[in-house]
């Protein structure tokens, strides 16, 4: 690499990182005049707009999650910073537009229905633009048959599916196969899908991504288009769903939910003293672990349940809650689905993984659970 290309390199750095922290100390302040400001003196500057998208943006939106999670962010500030970022990318489209589309294809953006986190989908949108492709962007919360009618219409060269949680994997999957049924190849990203994809291939996708660029690489090669025919079964991709374990549960999850609240006010006599807004965040969050243990139901992977059992145990030592406040309500569960094998199996890892991260000092933080 010559001298002239590596000072380039450290120029075109410094210049991002010069972006981030202006951005970053704009959106903790909730100051959106200054994020504004911020990411177009970069562009101005000579920025990329890819790099501005993903190397500032994105990565402020990374440390802003990482934030909330440490408990040194409010959900409020969490939801401000997030719009201020969205309005921010909207304004670049004014600043820095995108060139005339190219040759590359139409592809269709969307979210998963009930995937409500539609920024990595808005920045892969833009990048996509930037490289050619003809975007239509549909933001958060597909359902799938509105999906299916609009893609009928449109007939883009391939539909970019996004999710971020989990717990949609179920509603990904139903999208992947019926889009795939009607002649359109889906590639798919996002944290739901894992960080090495396993999830995008056992549900069937045509091509998984970790991030927008190498989305945007992918998309840039082509994909081929599948043969149109009637859409696939759900056990022919996961046969271990012919238990009915997972329907089951999501059938009985109102109760199950209902059940383990009580329990847990037996197990936790402190819990007799919540106010009523303490006791509908504790019933959410039981809901959050339903979720999740019917998404690692559906998968059948483990680590889906204990990955998130281990975050949520950081989150509340975070708000000084110790994590083993989780134990007594996977015991609660444990006693209502008792009639399901690999249900019991499941929560029976979940809590052997708690126990183990619990020889762990607590995390301070300056919040407790109920201030969350």
Request: charged fraction near 20%; include cysteine.
């Amino acid at each position: 690499m010559s001298e002239t290309t590596t000072t380039s390199a450290t120029d075109d750095e410094t210049l991002l990182a010069r972006a981030r922290a202006a951005l970053w100390q704009a959106v903790s302040a909730g100051d959106e005049p200054a994020a504004t400001r911020a990411v177009f003196a970069a562009l101005d500057d000579g920025a990329a707009t890819e790099h501005v998208l993903l190397e500032v943006i994105a990565a402020v939106q990374n440390r802003v999650g990482e934030e909330w999670a440490a408990g040194r962010l409010t959900v409020a500030r969490e939801h401000a910073a997030t719009a201020i970022h969205e309005r921010v990318i909207a304004a670049m489209a004014h600043h820095a537009p995108a060139p005339p589309p190219g040759s590359a294809g139409a592809v269709t953006v969307a979210c998963v229905d009930g995937e409500w986190h539609a920024l990595p989908a808005r920045l892969l949108a833009e990048v996509l633009r930037h490289r050619g492709h003809r975007v239509d962007f549909l933001g958060a919360h597909v359902p799938t048959p509105h999906l299916i009618a609009h893609l009928h219409q449109t007939a883009p060269a391939v539909l970019a599916l996004s999710s971020s949680l989990p717990t949609r994997l179920p509603a990904a999957h139903t999208a992947i196969t019926a889009v795939q049924a009607i002649g359109i190849p889906v590639l798919v990203g996002g944290a739901a899908f894992g960080a090495d994809g396993r999830h995008a291939r056992l549900l069937g996708a045509d091509a998984w991504a970790p991030d927008a660029r190498a989305a945007a690489d992918v998309l840039g090669r082509g994909l081929p288009r599948p043969s149109p025919g009637a859409a696939r079964l759900t056990v022919d991709d996961l046969p271990h769903l012919g238990d009915q374990e997972y329907t089951l549960v999501m059938r009985d999850r109102r109760g199950l939910v209902r059940d383990t609240l009580t329990a847990l006010e037996e197990r936790l006599p402190a819990m007799r003293a919540y106010t009523g807004a303490q006791r509908e965040r504790t019933a959410e969050d039981i809901a959050h672990i339903v979720d999740f243990l019917a998404a690692a139901l559906y998968t059948d992977d483990d680590r889906l349940f204990t990955d998130f059992l281990l975050w949520t145990g950081d989150v509340l030592e975070a708000r000084r809650v110790p994590a083993r406040y989780l134990d007594p309500a996977l015991a609660a569960m444990t006693e209502h689905l008792k009639d399901f094998p690999r249900t019991l199996a499941l929560l029976a890892r979940g809590r052997a993984a708690l126990r183990a991260r619990d020889t762990r000092p607590p995390v301070p933080g300056p919040a407790s659970h109920h201030e969350r």
